[in-house]
């Protein structure tokens, strides 16, 4: 199992950014995968889900701004992100739950691989 993200990078306030997350070594359309982010010094929280049948699930913190996405055939699973702030500033993990048979979900504790992340900087 191997998730690979890429994507990101720095830009101002109010910029727009799109993730993504090569998925290999088991099916993406049978998984829920999530996005999450992690600041120095805090925990990770997750951002935004995606289940088996594409229902979605987002962090309040990024709810109308954010859009997760997945594309079976190419296996690879997005995050557009727009009306970036300040704050977004992290690593952005991707994450797959491949031993949870629930709904998506935000959780942590559900996901047990992870992908190296990628930096997302949103500063003027």
């Known amino acids: 199992v191997q998730l690979a993200e890429s994507g990101g990078g720095l830009l101002q306030p109010g910029g727009s950014l799109r993730l993504s997350c090569v998925a290999s070594?088991?099916?993406?359309?049978?998984?829920?995968m999530g996005w999450f982010r992690q600041a120095p010094g805090k925990e990770r929280e997750g951002v935004a889900t995606?289940?088996?049948?594409?229902?979605?699930r987002y962090a309040d913190s990024v709810k109308g701004r954010f859009t997760i996405s997945k594309d079976n055939g190419k296996t690879t699973l997005y995050l557009q992100m727009d009306s970036l702030k300040p704050e977004d500033t992290t690593m952005y993990y991707c994450?797959?739950?491949?031993?949870?048979?629930?709904?998506?979900?935000?959780?942590?504790?559900?996901?047990?691989?992870w992908g190296q992340g990628t930096q997302v900087t949103v500063s003027s």
């Open positions: 994450a797959a739950a491949l031993d949870y048979q629930g709904p998506q979900t935000l959780a942590r504790g559900d996901y047990n691989y």
């Open positions: 070594g088991f099916p993406l359309s049978d998984n829920v």
């Open positions: 995606i289940g088996r049948v594409y229902g979605t």
